[in-house]
């Protein structure tokens, strides 16, 4: 019953959208309160979904659309766990926005573009076709381009929304072309697609995996990362996110933070099989997210900027699961399963992180920590959320983050063991300098000395309660979902026609597979949960002691450390012996290793801009240039010719005569060589 | 079901051109009314069109000099039709976004009905003379747009324009003739009926691949500089720039139409007959104009000079589309035709209004002005993101029918233009967004507001009918489905279709 209505899911925060555009303005805060309802109906509806899909329904609707394409629903546990996931953030931070935003002039036109964003983020989910998930894609980047350059006044949030832009479409051309790629492919197979079926839909393509090239599928696995990464922030497009955090804190923690840079990673997941078949395809996905992880880390370290703290920290997170994802070549599907609960619980704590930061920001009215400092004195309800945020995502023992980012370092560890132990050794660095930056920024905006004069009062209580359910989650998620989590996901690619063992022969990790697997490979999987499960069991006891207890140690340490470094009561080191602008490498950390420098002075400005003047150039002085030159030439020989005119008559008959005689003896020399 | 209405279709603007000349200050509401009723007709004739039908449709036939087979031919089908919609929907816009032009009213909207003449008569013409005689027309209204409401340099735009594609046109013509006079008919007499002659082009014995050769290179040479396409496409810029708002629309949606349209009824049915050499010929030169012509928006400074840069790459879009020759492609072409129209309207009247508003379309000298005219930031930021291809809108879903399909046969075209083009498009969009409107207001501008109220409904209609036919590309694709598998057959005749 409720699966009728799934298009509503989207529908209504379209008609909020239309309404908070229109009227809103005339509304008690611009509408805030229509956004709030609809994504909030939407969780109630992904809800009944839940209710009756659980545990082994999917659904699928689709209606034709234009040429050889279609627009559906499909939602598989997969989707259904970020429908979930994205309707409850959402709807929690829409309900702080309307306290935060209270007052700003434009809070209208803030809640349709957050309406909006949410039709895109939840149609981007439930999408049943490739070419449906683009559009949605691209849609929420466009609801990000205006939300960042809300404040559209401030020059460098209009220049922040452009870059973002930017750089995730040049993702986007690849996914593009990995979209056109895999429909080329598949449109040559001559599929005999029954009828709803489309060329594009996503069991369509699970099912033909392994008739397109393997060449072919690795091209088209990384075009498809090549959107992924810029969507979520990987290296080297990362680098519109820190500067996203322009845009309102809201912002920062909806899209930035818990929905829209997650897609990335869903996309990945969502066409895991493809991966998993292109050869060097999850190799790739776990190069790009062990480095990204560990690089924003480091970058983490020496941000004074708040929210670019956070965002940094995404970057990084991001970067772990894609890792885990990527660790499938080892594993199987079971790292998607991984993979996506560190997505789910990283959106608890990381939306929590950003709004307890916008609290913060909201009374001492800077991003700037260095301004901040013993706010905790005023702030209890804030600090101490924040306090639970910050330990989950540390990772520290119980809480959300230490369960999510634990299983993929273990699974890190296999993949090491089977393949390659760089993406572990990364990713054990980086959790690290998680627990180390995260520190860093509690213990400064929370404690010490007050190093500026703010307004000394807690947040309105608008803003504290979605703070205390979002801590709720971020603390108890972990113990209270992982293993009904990870066995309802490893189901997911069970509803289709798609043959793990297969793929993986294609993929060329037929080895792993079956070891870690522990099953023949000729054996047909008709249910990817039980080889999930049974993977996960065999893998896990053959891992040493050392390895099991090194994330408590990792989060320990890393918080230990931090609080030497800037904890007042305990502050033993100064934190310019790891960074300064005094020698080169200290100061290529605070610069942000001159990325700024080398991506937008030098490449857009220089090299792009650069090549289009050059262009214009040519187009003036050869493409326009030689059209003048042709019409001077006319009226050059025009000033010439014109001299004949002279008015006597027998000149004419001359030249009429003459002209006769040419005619004749052209048409005889004609008619000789065979031409008339 | 409505009698000759093609020929009422034109007869009315004609009519209403003349009428309107003498009206003085009513002229405008001589023009609504005589713009209202061609797109009238024309969503009746939607209504009414077979979009599975392989036939010409509302065909008119009459004979008109028969000594040498000249015959008032005219009749639509999934080619021609959309931009009949198209043209009439584009001229009654115009005509509502310049009410309040003042300077010399009766001539200005009877030039602009002359032109929707032109149009309406190229799209629907089925005869070579009659086509070459609309054809020609539709240079006269503009030529008088640009030299006598242009801007400073307007004699030279004027006659640049002029001369550029009129001996462009006079190449075209000579083909024309030369397929006239090398086809007879069974009878003996000769006929510039256009399906029979383009049907015949398959033929060997008529037409030896050597001779078919050249007369398919002067065609397309009249085709690509109306487009225009790289290296024809310099009058453009110029023309554009100097061209008042209104004739910078027409001339964007609707003139630079007519040669995508020769590309579909003409080039494509004689294309598989001619020397391969000219698909990778016409592949390169699309290629070309459509990553050339990014370039040069983003190295603009005037806006409107970037917006004529954008036609150039859009438009190379429909080249593309054509010439890559598969069902998908050859329909996105027709549609980035009628988008790119649509589209195209309201970065012109954005460009027409910045003007208008703030007396300069120099980027480097705009700022903020998001603040003063809140509404028109809007409708310009949707008609910015409908141009760079924002799903949702017509353009994207154009522009990915076109590089999917045309991936099938011409691979590395495709991918050069994916990869190179879509990020630049974006940039020189956002750049003039960001610099034109976001920002804090310059001091100097501090008193500029929205524009009138039929500037924004004309620029909004537009946005609503991007919105509709990026949502549901159905609307107008339906009609060309059947069109684009006709065009990639040898042609049917109207005898042969048994409507004359």
């Known amino acids: 019953m409720y699966a009728d209505y799934a298009y509503l899911i989207v529908g209504l925060p379209v008609l909020a959208f239309l309404l908070c555009l229109f009227v809103g303005s005339r509304l008690p805060r611009g509408g805030g309160f229509l956004t709030v309802l609809a994504t909030f109906a939407g969780l109630v509806l992904s809800l009944g979904i839940f209710s009756e899909m659980y545990p082994d329904k999917i659904i699928h609707q689709s209606m034709p659309w234009f040429a050889n394409f279609n627009v559906g629903i499909l939602i598989d546990p997969l989707a259904l766990v970020m429908l979930l996931m994205v309707t409850f953030v959402v709807t929690l931070i829409h309900t702080y926005a309307n306290g935060y935003m209270n007052g700003d002039p434009g809070s209208s036109r803030y809640f349709a573009e957050a309406a909006l964003f949410t039709a895109a983020m939840l149609g981007l989910i439930y999408a049943d076709n490739l070419l449906q998930l683009f559009i949605f894609w691209e849609l929420v980047g466009l609801c990000s381009y205006l939300l960042i350059g809300f404040w559209y006044r401030k020059p460098s949030a209009a220049a922040a929304a452009k870059k973002a832009f930017l750089t995730t479409r040049v993702g986007d051309v690849l996914f593009m072309a990995g979209i056109i790629l895999l429909y080329n492919n598949l449109a040559s197979l001559n599929i005999a697609l029954k009828p709803g079926e489309y060329l594009l839909q996503f069991p369509v393509i699970y099912a033909h995996l392994t008739q397109i090239p393997p060449a072919q599928l690795t091209l088209i696995a990384l075009g498809l990362l090549g959107g992924a990464v810029g969507k979520s922030g990987q290296f080297p497009l990362h680098v519109w996110l820190p500067d996203a955090m322009e845009g309102p804190t809201t912002v920062s923690a909806m899209i930035h933070a818990a929905t829209m840079v997650t897609a990335g990673v869903y996309l990945v997941a969502r066409m895991f099989p493809l991966f998993y078949a292109a050869p060097y395809g999850l190799t790739a996905v776990a190069a790009v997210g062990a480095f990204t992880a560990l690089f924003a880390a480091t970058m983490g370290l020496t941000a004074f900027d708040i929210k670019r703290v956070l965002a940094f920290s995404t970057v990084s997170q991001l970067g772990f699961m894609m890792a885990g994802l990527g660790t499938g070549a080892a594993v199987g599907t079971m790292a998607v399963g991984v993979a996506m609960f560190h997505l789910i619980g990283h959106s608890f704590f990381k939306a929590l992180l950003f709004l307890c930061s916008g609290s913060v920001i909201h009374a001492v009215n800077t991003n700037d920590m260095r301004e901040m400092g013993g706010v905790g004195k005023y702030m209890k309800w804030t600090m101490y959320t924040m306090l639970i945020g910050s330990l989950s995502l540390a990772g520290f023992p119980l809480f959300t983050g230490f369960f999510s980012k634990d299983e993929i370092i273990v699974i890190a560890y296999e993949y090491g063991v089977a393949i390659n132990f760089l993406p572990y050794i990364f990713l054990v660095l980086a959790a690290v300098l998680t627990a180390i930056y995260t520190f860093r920024m509690w213990f400064t905006v929370f404690t010490g000395k007050e190093r500026s004069d703010y307004a000394k009062h807690e947040s309105p209580s608008i803003m504290i309660i979605p703070l205390v359910i979002l801590a709720i989650f971020a603390f108890g998620f972990g113990i209270a979902a992982q293993g009904g989590f990870y066995s309802y996901l490893d189901s997911n690619f069970g509803h289709y026609d798609v043959n793990f063992n297969e793929l993986a022969v294609i993929g060329g990790h037929a080895a792993e597979e079956t070891k870690l697997a522990g099953e023949p490979a000729a054996e047909p999987l008709a249910s990817e949960a039980g080889e999930g499960a049974k993977a996960e069991s065999k893998a896990e006891p053959a891992e040493p002691w050392y390895i099991q207890i090194l994330p408590i140690i990792v989060a320990l340490g890393g918080i230990l450390t931090a609080s030497l470094f800037y904890w007042d009561k305990v502050k033993k080191f100064d934190p310019s012996l790891v960074t300064g602008d005094k020698d080169p490498l200290r100061k290529l950390l605070l610069k942000g290793y001159y990325q700024h420098e080398i991506m937008t002075a030098w490449f857009a400005e220089t090299i792009v801009y650069g090549s289009a003047l050059i262009c214009n150039v040519i187009d003036i002085k050869l493409v326009d240039g030689w059209l003048n030159w042709l019409s001077a030439l006319v009226m050059g020989f025009a000033q010439h010719v014109r001299k004949v005119q002279s008015g006597v008559v027998q000149n004419y008959i001359t030249a009429l005569v003459l002209g006769v005689v040419v005619l004749v003896v052209v048409i005889t020399m004609a008619k000789e060589v065979g031409l008339i | ?500």
């Open chain 2, 1 to 500: 079901m409505i009698s000759n209405a093609i020929s009422l279709m034109i007869a009315i603007p004609l009519l209403g051109a003349a009428v309107s000349f003498f009206a003085g200050s009513k002229a405008k509401f001589v023009a609504l009314i005589a713009s209202l009723i061609p797109l009238a007709l024309s969503l009746q004739m939607y209504m009414e069109f077979d979009k599975t039908s392989k036939m010409m449709q509302f065909v008119e036939s009459y004979n008109w000099v028969p000594s040498i087979g000249v015959k008032y031919t005219v009749g639509v089908d999934g080619i021609g039709f959309p931009l009949v919609l198209l043209s009439t929907i584009v001229s009654i816009l115009v005509i509502i976004y310049s009410w309040g032009e003042t300077k010399k009213p009766n001539q200005y909207f009877a030039l602009l009905l002359l032109n929707e003449v032109g149009v309406l008569g190229v799209f629907t013409s089925l005869d070579f003379f009659l086509f070459y005689i609309y054809w020609e027309i539709v240079l006269i209204p503009m030529f008088f747009l640009i030299g006598s409401w242009g801007g400073p340099r307007r004699d030279y735009a004027a006659i640049k324009f002029f001369i550029y594609t009129h001996v462009a046109s006079l190449v075209m013509l000579l083909a024309i003739f030369a397929l006239y006079f090398t086809y007879q008919m069974p009878d003996g007499s000769r006929t510039f009926d256009m399906l029979t002659l383009l049907k015949a082009t398959a033929d060997k014995n008529i037409f030896p691949t050597s001779l078919l050769n050249i007369i398919f290179a002067g065609l397309l040479l009249g085709f690509l500089v109306k487009m225009p396409a790289f290296p024809f496409h310099t009058w453009l810029p110029d023309a554009h720039v100097e061209a008042p708002t209104a004739g910078s629309v027409v001339l964007a949606a609707l003139l630079l139409k007519m040669g995508g349209y020769g590309l579909f009824r003409i080039i494509l049915p004689i294309l598989p007959h001619v020397d391969k050499a000219f698909v990778t010929i016409i592949a390169i030169i699309a290629v070309l104009s459509i990553i050339y012509g990014a370039f040069l928006a983003l190295a603009q400074k005037d806006i409107k000079k970037l917006v004529a840069y954008s036609s150039v790459s859009h438009m190379g879009f429909v080249t593309l589309g054509a010439v890559a020759f598969t069902t998908m492609s050859i329909q996105g072409a027709m549609f980035q035709q009628f988008s790119h129209g649509i589209i195209t309207c309201v970065l012109f009247m954005s460009a027409g209004t910045i003007q208008h508003v703030v007396g300069t379309r120099v980027i480097a000298d705009l700022g903020g002005l998001a603040d003063r005219m809140p509404k028109f930031a809007v409708i310009m930021m949707a008609g910015f993101m409908a141009s760079l291809g924002l799903p949702g809108m017509s353009g994207f879903v154009a522009e990915f029918m076109v590089l999917t399909g045309s991936f099938a046969t011409l691979p590395t075209y495709t991918m050069i233009v994916v990869f190179l083009s879509i990020v630049t498009t974006a940039a020189y969009h956002l750049w003039a967004m960001q610099k034109a409107m976001f920002g804090p207001i310059l001091k100097k501008y501090m008193n500029v507001h929205d524009p009138h109220a039929y500037e924004l409904f004309s620029m909004s209609m537009i946005i609503v009918l991007t919105l509709i036919f990026g949502l549901q590309p159905g609307l107008i694709t339906g009609m060309m489905g059947t069109a684009a598998t006709q065009v990639m057959q040898p042609v049917m005749t109207l005898s042969q279709m048994g409507v004359i």
